[in-house]
């Protein structure tokens, strides 16, 4: 009887139906099947926006390498432009340079009209030529030149002062024993040369240039008396100098504008 039933046992197992087997629901198979879909979006979505960072990385660089080069270009324009202006600069002071070595008699010429406009024009002329020679020669401003002339002997080569001064710049008849001259003052030559000697030792001695100008027509004895005494030496006569001297200078000035 035990046997009998242990078969039964064995048969009823045998035949237990296939439905009691453990199947995933449906429900479960499209959930994963969905987790599954939206990780591939996911996935997708973030190779998307790797793409798009990359492209902007890429344009930004792109962007950035033609700034560099649009501010390479600007920078080699403005060297080109400093240089040229250089250029310019450096001409324009050879011209003029150029401009004032070979129209420099033309220039005091044309002084000598202004400052004395009834002046024989051929006189004025050898005047200027003179002037620029001498001033050269000994290192002098040509303008202060004709400053002095003006006030000295008004471009007058026979002038005499009440002392005996003589020509153009007013040399006294002493300094050809001193300066062991041997032309005649009253030659507008040779007066420039030994005036412009005369004034350089003035300079050499008071070292400033309205002190020596008041000893050129004082004398250097008045001059130094009055510096003993503690007083001024001036007497109206460089600064009337000074005065045409600078507004000679003014001249060039203008002239070179």
Do not use: C
């Not at 240089?83 to 050879?94: D, F, H, I, K, W």
């Not at 041997?182 to 507008?188: A, I, K, R, T």
């Amino acid at each position: 009887m035990m046997m009998e039933r242990a078969q039964e046992s064995t048969a009823l197992a045998d035949t237990t139906p296939v439905s009691l087997v453990q199947v995933p629901p449906a429900g479960a198979a499209r959930w994963a099947m969905a987790s599954f879909i939206a990780q591939l979006v996911f996935l997708a979505m973030g190779l998307a926006a790797g793409l798009m960072i990359g492209r902007r990385l890429e344009s930004n660089q792109a962007g950035l390498e033609l700034q560099r080069q649009q501010n390479e270009i600007t920078r080699q324009k403005v060297d080109a432009l400093a240089e040229q202006t250089a250029m310019l600069r450096t001409e324009m002071m050879n011209l003029r340079q150029t401009v004032a070595a070979n129209t420099s008699e033309d220039v005091l010429f044309l002084k000598i009209l202004l400052l004395r406009p009834h002046i024989d024009p051929e006189q004025a002329r050898t005047i200027a030529q003179l002037v620029h020679k001498n001033a050269q020669l000994y290192g002098r401003d040509p303008n202060l030149v004709l400053a002095i002339m003006t006030e000295e002997s008004a471009f007058n080569p026979r002038a005499v002062s009440s002392v005996g001064a003589i020509g153009l710049m007013q040399v006294m008849p002493h300094w050809k024993r001193v300066l062991a001259i041997n032309g005649d003052l009253y030659d507008p030559d040779t007066n420039i040369k030994y005036g412009l000697q005369v004034l350089g030792f003035y300079l050499e001695m008071y070292g400033d240039l309205e002190m020596a100008l008041t000893a050129y027509n004082r004398g250097p004895g008045p001059v130094d008396n009055a510096l003993v005494r503690g007083k001024s030496p001036l007497n109206g006569y460089a600064p009337k100098v000074l005065a045409q001297y600078d507004r000679l200078k003014k001249l060039n000035v203008m002239a070179m504008k």
